[in-house]
């Protein structure tokens, strides 16, 4: 079993949902991004999701954009990332998912993007433009090396693409809460519990819920009918609002533990299957 696997079932004997949390590898500097992931872990993040930062993005918002584009004015291309994640996993033991577009991993070549991150001691990926219908090279080389490929189901998902992700996905499905590009959103989606048993009637694996998902109320509202929750332009926002001060760490690492508390506030359950 992954390590991201082992996560899930120990959450689930624990009747807690995961926290997921999302920041962009160099952002804003890379000594502070080493920094912030050490805080992150230590404040209760349950799964940590670092994003490769891609000049032409698809589904970031602004804020995570923004983000992104600082990173690479410090000169952080994969070959960084990676570094920044062997280091991390040097230090801590959380699960560690990159988050990147096709074409860094193209670039850099699948044999040895996939044996670099397995070096890195990365755990799954997620890219986010290459649909399961083509992922099938991909997926095949990464599972070679211990490394989970998670998929993205977005609400408008056919039943077809539906079932090819979560017989293909490794690790968890991340569920996009909304269509459109992320970022915070003062609620979530009133059809989220019928989504999410939509996926649950095809599979067991873990579902996390993300996209819009950035105050410990919505935590706790994805977590009663998920087995996680994503969270990320919120952090990075905050990351940004910090990066000037004496302490951002402290900050983060204080927002985060609100969000992982959240996880807690009542029994996970979940829903039977539609």
Not at 75 to 91: D, S
Not at 166 to 179: K, N, T
Request: proline fraction near 7%; hydrophobic fraction near 45%; include cysteine.
């Amino acid at each position: 079993m992954s390590r991201i696997g082992a996560c899930f079932d120990e959450l689930g004997r624990k009747e807690q949902g995961a926290l997921v949390v999302f920041t962009v590898a160099g952002h804003p500097t890379p000594a502070l991004s080493s920094e912030l992931l050490v805080a992150i872990a230590e404040a209760g993040a349950d799964i940590i999701e670092l994003g490769i930062p891609f000049s032409d993005p698809l589904a970031d918002g602004p804020a995570i954009q923004a983000a992104s584009q600082r990173a690479l004015a410090e000169h952080m291309t994969p070959a960084r990332v990676l570094e920044l994640a062997a280091g991390f996993r040097a230090a801590r033991d959380v699960p560690l998912v990159l988050m990147t577009c096709y074409n860094p991993v193209y670039q850099f070549g699948l044999e040895e993007f996939a044996e670099a991150s397995a070096g890195a001691g990365v755990d799954g990926v997620i890219v986010t433009d290459l649909p399961p219908e083509e992922a099938d090279d991909w997926a095949g080389i990464a599972r070679k090396r211990g490394i989970d490929t998670i998929f993205l189901l977005s609400p408008n998902s056919p039943a077809a693409r539906v079932k090819k992700v979560v017989d293909l996905a490794g690790g968890f499905v991340y569920c996009v809460s909304r269509l459109g590009v992320t970022g915070a959103r003062p609620e979530l989606p009133t059809d989220l519990a019928q989504l999410v048993a939509r996926i649950r009637g095809e599979t067991t694996k873990p579902i996390a819920v993300g996209f819009g998902v950035s105050r410990p109320e919505h935590v706790a509202e994805v977590c009663r009918v998920a087995d996680g929750a994503v969270v990320g332009s919120a952090v990075v926002s905050l990351i940004d609002r910090q990066a000037g001060s004496a302490g951002p760490a402290e900050a983060v690492g204080a927002f985060v533990r609100e969000l992982k508390a959240a996880t807690r506030s009542e029994r996970v359950t979940k829903p039977d299957p539609l």
